[in-house]
């Protein structure tokens, strides 16, 4: 849950690499660091916090220069955060420094061995190893030391290494972490994530697990895990820098917020045909008619857009659907067989818990689907089909706009299915399909509908603690806009089937405390207003959630937010929008760093 980059070429490093690491600090930034091969040998900067305080320090040193460097923004694992443990590391004879994303799980074995050698270590992380064993493997040959090295490292790993005896070269090494190659003209590039590459090149290269890379200013070649050359396929990328800034928002956050009707356009168009069809390419050779149960599994916010699927997926193709969050799956010795169809869900398609539970589902003979945002990552080459959500990059640690587009086709899957296995008739299946296709004009009007989610967020941003509760549906959305609320405010908040309130707790309801009741699933609204009548009974106040033109609600609630009416199976996505909203008002006027939430990072690579 770092970031990781590196340069080679003519310019240099540092300018390159720091705005590398701001572009990658969305998967750390408790401290960053940056090392340059400067004339005199290895130079190296690090800080404490946020890159920014690195780039004083840069500012502030004329002398550091180089043409060839790594950087890294730290999402700590091992040693809290200073500037003794943040990357880069270096080797105790100065040779080599080492930036490092993952995790050794063998790391303190390798340390002792090499204490016992009399090699001394300044920090408390596993990453200082990797470097301390590639100088005691050196023998004059960087590529073999290295080849060495990560033979010893058990765990996850993107390694950038650079070596004083090495002018101009780095190598860096993949593992279960994400790792791309930027190519460039008389330079050359790694990095975590594209996104740290788009202003200087488009041309990158997906390295795989096992493989290292020796790159120089004049080009890349890459090695097999027995060090033999291997050839690599060139990938272009289509978005440019400007899909990775603010572009005037104040935050990342709002930005994909406000792109949610363009990210479920380039979603849903590609996919239909005739205003009537879904067609998925991907999946012409996949047979759900051989499939006699579906299992669903993710972390996270595509935990809950799974909760939303299992509840299309049942209501369409009515087989037995599971959700399940993959760091509990991963160890359950799930039942499942070639008869199982596992939906994988990520955003960044590097979660580790969620790699974990897919191997382990392969393991019982299961076909895997996976739903990413991420092209060539690790999720989308390890699943036996890929759909990508195509919403563009996205910065803030919080998702919006990847959430939104993972339940929008999870529906279009459901439908597709349900069409495959003839479970739906015709004309259910056009109006539904029709229904997807109005949902990018739906959002916007989500959006605009509610301008005055602002002045709620300032008459409840000072709650201590609240409760979102909702049924069916609106249940699954309640469990998505709980933890939008409390991972960028830092509020407690917790989400609750509404008729489960009586059942506990409704014992901490007390006067002024925030309710939030979704209210969008009409079939049961009857019993949710019921719920409400509880809580207020109990002195709460309620900000409902429910569709545009639904005047009862507002006998009942204290204020409410509106959404456009929408299919039932599909207000799921419009009804989290306005929640998205209140979540970052309410953060905001918390004074909260909301792009880079405490404790959190983007791309969750470690267990």
């Not at 900067?45 to 002398?63: F, I, M, R």
């Not at 596992?342 to 589902?361: L, P």
């Not at 089909?385 to 959430?403: D, Q, S």
Request: with cysteine.
């Amino acid at each position: 849950m770092c970031g990781i980059t590196g340069y080679t070429g003519v310019n240099q490093a540092g300018p390159i690499l720091l705005d590398g690491l701001k572009r990658l600090e969305y998967r750390g930034y408790d401290s960053a660091g940056i090392a340059v091969r400067g004339d005199d040998g290895i130079k190296m900067l690090k800080a404490t916090g946020k890159v920014s305080h690195l780039v004083e320090k840069y500012n502030e040193t004329p002398d550091f220069l180089g043409v060839c460097g790594i950087g890294h923004t730290r999402w700590a694992t091992h040693g809290i955060p200073n500037d003794t443990n943040a990357h880069p590391h270096l080797s105790a004879d100065g040779k080599f420094a080492v930036v490092h994303n993952g995790i050794i799980e063998n790391f303190a074995e390798i340390r002792s061995e090499l204490q016992k050698y009399g090699i001394e270590f300044k920090s408390e992380t596993d990453t200082e190893v990797i470097v301390q064993l590639l100088a005691y493997n050196y023998n004059g040959n960087f590529k073999l030391a290295l080849m060495k090295t990560i033979a010893r490292l058990e765990g996850s790993y993107a390694i950038g290494v650079i070596s004083a005896d090495h002018p101009g070269t780095i190598y860096a090494a993949k593992l279960s972490s994400p790792l791309i190659i930027g190519l460039g003209i008389g330079e050359n590039f790694f990095a975590s994530d594209i996104t740290a590459l788009v202003n200087n090149t488009k041309n990158v290269i997906d390295m795989d697990d096992g493989e290292v890379a020796e790159i120089t200013p004049d080009g890349v070649k890459f090695f097999d895990h027995a060090g033999r050359e291997i050839n690599k396929d060139i990938r272009h990328i289509t978005w440019d820098v400007a899909a990775a800034e603010k572009s005037g928002y104040e935050h990342f956050m709002l930005k994909e917020i406000m792109e949610q009707p363009q990210a479920l356009k380039a979603t849903i168009e590609p996919r239909v045909k005739d205003a009537e069809e879904i067609v998925l390419e991907e999946l012409k050779n996949l047979d759900m008619k051989r499939f006699n149960r579906i299992h669903i599994t993710a972390c996270g916010s595509a935990y809950h857009a799974g909760c939303v699927g299992r509840g299309i997926l049942e209501a369409l193709c009515r087989v037995p659907v599971e959700a399940e969050v993959a760091s509990e799956l991963r160890y359950r010795d799930p039942i499942m067989d070639a008869k199982t169809l596992v939906i994988v869900i990520s955003q960044s398609g590097e979660t580790a818990d969620t790699i974990a539970a897919m191997k382990e589902c392969r393991s019982k003979g299961a076909t895997l689907l996976a739903i990413v945002n991420v092209v060539g990552s690790s999720i989308a080459k390890l699943a036996d089909y890929c759909l990508y959500t195509w919403a563009g990059p996205e910065i803030a640690v919080a998702t919006t706009k990847g959430y939104t587009t993972q339940v929008v086709l999870l529906a279009m899957f459901a439908v597709w299915a349900a069409g495959e296995m003839k479970t739906i008739s015709r004309g259910a299946y056009i109006s539904l399909v029709k229904d997807i296709i109005r949902l990018p004009e739906r959002a916007q009007r989500a959006l605009d509908l509610n301008s005055r989610v602002k002045t709620m967020a300032e008459r409840y941003n000072s709650n201590s603690s609240l409760f979102f509760i909702g049924r069916n549906m609106d249940y699954a959305v309640a469990l998505e806009g709980s933890l939008k609320l409390k991972e960028i405010s830092y509020i407690h908040s917790e989400a609750y089937a509404a008729g489960e309130l009586k059942h506990g707790t409704i014992a901490l309801i007390e006067p002024g405390r925030l309710v939030v009741a979704l209210c969008c699933y009409e079939k049961l609204l009857d019993k949710t207003i019921s719920n409400i009548q509880q809580v207020k009974a109990r002195g709460a106040r309620v900000l409902a959630v429910a569709h545009e033109g639904n005047r009862s609600i507002f006998r009942e609630a204290d204020d409410v937010l509106t959404v456009p009416v929408t299919d039932p199976l599909l207000v799921p996505v419009i009804e989290i929008i306005p929640l998205q909203l209140f979540a970052y008002y309410v953060a905001k006027l918390n004074g909260c760093d909301i792009d880079k939430p405490k404790n959190l990072a983007k791309s969750v690579t470690v267990e």
